[in-house]
């Protein structure tokens, strides 16, 4: 059985054919990728340890591998520079960011490794795709240099701060005095420290990469966006910006390095986390979280345009599909969590906003009119299973196509009961036809089958880019197993502060 | 744990007491608020802080500064219960006691700068109680010259919720007053003062507007200086003109804990830093 793909990004990997196009998924600890002449491949290639699966077994009763191997990280983040040369992703357990080049036949080649403090939730680039952005559980936000210089891995020029932080000191010197007026805590922390003086002082290891602290919250980031804004007058430089995110309602406006520790402002408006932001275009931003309603600003002014309902376009989804209402029941109140937003390309006039809430299996897309009364247009889309990730290729033949990843393996409409009976492909691809709505494509089913239905995942599972029908197995029944995955597919809706938190 | 639930029994009955009429003038005992003093920043509590600085319900803080062409007469005792129709005030917040304790220095400033609104900030829900319970009893006690009506106290976490509470540049001078030295490296982040943090605070700020600190911890007095220092927004206050400031001598001599440090023959570490312009975009 094949996990599904957590992560899917697109991309044009030679600069000289711009018809040909690659697509990368993340599959649990794997990174696979499928280009349009077929060829595909899987990242890291392992030992060629995979196990025969038979297709026709009942899905309760899978083999177990023998020795599973010693568990990899699984890709929590992937990103492709806007130049289609690099892919960056993300492993969760490990904290650690991966930077790929993509070669012109689509190809990757890792570069480098480079683990952070704390687990990053989300990356970006700078316009340039020089810079990494990492925002991290801990609210920090550091900037990496994409590709590491040569010299670096000798000389680590760190800001003062930080060193001072870092390093140890020779003589210890108690935090405190015997006159200092303490609680009964800080007084056994100051008797712990002076125990520990004793013993060796434990610094935490530097880290041995460049990195600088661009920003923090005091919050778990969600997410992060950077925005170049065209100047207003003539002969300035643009304006670079940092839109960060975080669990606690905020959406903050910081300028780009090297004054990012300037606070432009904040986006204030939201009774609940914020999951996602989205640029639609330069000075228009969408965010979504825990809300029922998606927030449209003005980030520039912070400035809230409009409000845009989803919770009951989200409603009105499931009493057309009641196939799916046995999720709901015994819910006593149904909250959504949007776990993706994508900017559409439309018109002059028409801004578009995909949306994705976790645990429903659709898309919905929004039209959104601003300055005026017209309702905002919401188009539904309806998918075999739940939503994952979104990507957009554009073909010359075909226009825009959308790469929707979805789960093959729990039901559609629940993000913890397993599907029973058949599993569908983990891609579906759409277009937009003349009338602005999406409709099926398959232009590129062929090309993608092995990709979409195939090709392995899932932890312990390695395997052989060159062997379709080999299919590798994984022990996914196993607790553990299933609730690594859920919290892989589905950590949104926990970002929810719960009732009667500690005082 | 019976020893507990007396406490809790004697705390309830107390509380009880004072909202009776004879009562409103006995200032309270802080005996029936005592809280341990370390509060986790990081926790999410069951905190209420406005959306916004815009939704922020000010005037039931502060109600003697109402301002005077809003459609209704303020009803001195009972808040307004729909909070969409914020009254406002007639003049902004201007000074934050960030982590103000029992509020020593909020109830000696608040007659030194009538005009001025202080507001006492403090994460702990008993001692934030205290401090409203003494300006309750304060502002009747003295309810004659008016005093004591411009200084307020609210429960909050602000190294979260700074920005929900007041918008950019409304505050002229921010006090950190012998805040949790947080031994522990490994807990550095939850010390109020980081390089991440003091962007917020002169976000808050005015240009010009001043952070006062003081500890007795040397530690945390050299921590707090080189964070100040290294942050770009902000310049050391020097000595002179730092010794010049009334405030520094109110935070000396009339904060809870300056005077715990006194008796105990303590020392006392101060700095203040001052906010500066915010440079051109590159």
């Known amino acids: ?503 | 744990m019976a020893g507990e639930a007396n406490k809790k029994q004697k705390r309830e009955e107390y509380r009880k007491s004072l909202s009776k009429e004879q009562q409103k003038l006995a200032l309270p005992k802080k005996k029936f608020y005592r809280q341990r003093a370390h509060a986790n920043p990081f926790s999410d509590h069951s905190l209420t802080y406005p959306a916004s600085p815009a939704s922020m319900d000010w005037a039931s803080y502060y109600p003697a500064f109402v301002a005077k062409n809003e459609e209704s007469e303020y009803v001195a005792t009972q808040p307004r219960e729909d909070t969409l129709a914020v009254r406002k005030l007639s003049k902004a917040v201007e000074i934050a006691d960030i982590g103000c304790g029992f509020g020593g220095l909020l109830f000696a400033l608040a007659p030194r700068l009538p005009e001025t609104l202080l507001v006492g900030m403090e994460i702990r829900t008993s001692v934030t109680e205290f401090v409203q319970e003494k300006i309750r009893a304060m502002r009747s006690q003295n309810v004659s010259r008016g005093e004591y009506q411009n200084v307020a106290c609210l429960r909050a976490n602000t190294m979260k919720f700074l920005p929900n509470f007041f918008t950019k540049s409304q505050l002229s001078k921010i006090f950190l007053c012998f805040p949790d030295p947080h031994f522990k490296t490994r807990k550095h982040k939850a010390r109020i003062v980081s390089t991440t943090l003091n962007s917020e605070y002169a976000y808050v700020l005015k240009p010009g507007g001043i952070v006062y600190t003081i500890t007795d911890v040397e530690d945390l007095h050299n921590w707090m200086v080189e964070h100040f220092v290294a942050h770009p927004s902000f310049e050391r206050v020097g000595e002179e003109e730092q010794e010049k400031d009334v405030c520094v001598q109110v935070m000396r001599t009339e904060t809870e804990e300056g005077k715990k440090v006194e008796r105990n023959g303590g020392h006392k570490f101060v700095a203040c830093f001052r906010r500066l312009e915010d440079p051109t975009w590159p």
């Open chain 1, 1 to 503: 059985m094949a996990h599904p793909y957590q992560c899917i990004q697109v991309c044009k990997p030679d600069p000289q054919n711009q018809e040909k196009w690659m697509i990368l998924g993340a599959c649990g600890p794997n990174v696979v990728s499928c280009i349009s002449n077929g060829i595909t491949a899987i990242w890291p290639m392992q030992n060629d340890r995979f196990k025969e699966d038979d297709p026709k077994e009942p899905p309760g009763k899978k083999l177990k591998l023998a020795n599973p191997t010693e568990e990899r990280p699984n890709v929590s983040q992937m990103l492709v520079s806007s130049d289609s040369q690099y892919l960056v992703t993300v492993t969760a357990e490990d904290k650690c960011v991966h930077v790929f080049h993509i070669t012109a036949d689509g190809h990757l080649q890792e570069l480098t490794q480079r683990s952070m403090p704390k687990r990053p939730c989300a990356i970006t680039l700078t316009a340039d795709n020089s810079t990494i952005l990492c925002a991290d559980k801990f609210g920090d936000v550091y900037a990496l240099p994409l590709l590491p210089s040569p010299e670096e891995a000798e000389v680590l020029p760190k800001p003062a701060t930080e060193a001072a932080e870092a390093t140890p000191q020779k003589t210890f010197i108690p935090a405190a005095t015997p006159l200092t007026v303490h609680s009964g805590r800080n007084r056994k922390a100051l008797e712990a420290q002076l125990k520990q003086a004793t013993q060796q002082m434990k610094t935490k290891e530097p880290l041995k990469f460049k990195h600088e602290l661009l920003l923090g919250h005091v919050s778990m980031l969600t997410d992060i966006a950077y925005a170049t804004v065209d100047p207003q007058e003539a002969g300035r430089q643009p304006r670079n910006y940092i839109l960060t995110a975080d669990r606690d309602e905020h959406i903050r406006i910081s300028r780009g390095a090297p004054q990012s520790h300037i606070i432009e402002g904040f986006c204030q408006g939201h009774q609940e986390f914020v999951s996602k932001l989205c640029l639609i275009k330069p000075g228009l931003l969408v965010s979504g979280g825990g809300d029922s309603h998606l927030f449209v600003w003005d980030w520039l002014n912070c400035q809230l345009l409009k409000r845009i309902d989803v919770k009951n376009r989200v409603l009105d989804f499931f009493k057309d599909h009641p196939q799916y209402i046995a999720t709901l029941e015994g819910q006593e109140e149904i909250n959504i969590a949007i776990s993706g937003l994508w900017a559409i390309p439309g018109g002059e006039s028409k801004e578009s906003v995909l949306v994705a809430c976790e645990g429903v299996p659709a898309l919905f897309h929004f039209m959104i009119t601003i300055g005026q009364a017209d309702p905002d247009v919401c188009h539904v889309l309806p998918l075999v299973g739940n939503p994952l990730d979104f990507a957009m290729l554009d073909l010359a033949l075909d226009g825009i196509i959308a790469v929707v990843s979805v789960d093959n393996v729990h039901e559609p409409g629940s993000t913890s009961s397993r599907r029973q009976g058949d599993r569908p492909s983990r891609l579906q691809l759409f277009k937009i036809n003349s009338s602005e709505r999406w409709e099926s494509y398959s232009g590129m089913t062929e090309t993608l089958q092995w990709f979409s239905c195939e090709a392995p995942g899932g932890r312990a599972a390695g395997g052989e880019a060159t062997a379709p029908g080999q299919v590798t197995v994984e022990d996914m029944s196993a607790g553990a197993g299933e609730k690594v995955m859920r919290d892989l597919l589905y950590g949104v809706e926990n970002l929810r502060k719960r009732a009667g938190a500690d005082e």
